[in-house]
Nanobody
Framework: QVRLVESGGDSVQAGGSLKLSCRTS????????MKWYRQAPEKERELVAS???????NYTDSVRGRFTISRDNSRNTVFLQMNNLEPEDTARYYC?????????WGQGTQVTVSS
């Protein structure tokens, strides 16, 4: 059974930092691309960052230079380090993996940034 569990969300002031974690089970983690998405109230879910099995990373323009995605294959975990947070980063953050052509999601973790 594929399972993704996010953690690390919190309420912070603008300019602060958070590190999100997504622990996975039920998949051969090291061969899968992993992604972080976020969804703000009344907005569509958007892709924030991705990391390939070989470690190549991509970011949406609004977070490039502030967020860093990484992975620890020994712990089956993907991370999202978020620095210089802005109120516009307020959202629920989800990790995602495609397994056997199906998308799997965690329950998400809430990030709230106050000005």
């Amino acid at each position: 059974q594929v399972r993704l569990v996010e953690s690390g969300g919190d309420s912070v002031q603008a300019g602060g930092s958070l590190k999100l974690s997504c622990r996975t089970s039920g998949i051969n983690f090291k061969i899968h691309e992993m992604k972080w998405y976020r969804q703000a109230p009344e907005k569509e879910r958007e892709l924030v960052a991705s990391i390939s099995s070989s470690g190549n990373t991509n970011y949406t323009d609004s977070v490039r230079g502030r967020f860093t995605i990484s992975r620890d294959n020994s712990r089956n975990t993907v991370f999202l380090q978020m620095n210089n947070l802005e109120p516009e980063d307020t959202a629920r953050y989800y990790c995602n993996v495609r397994w056997r052509a199906q998308p799997f999601w965690g329950q998400g973790t809430q990030v709230t940034v106050s000005s």
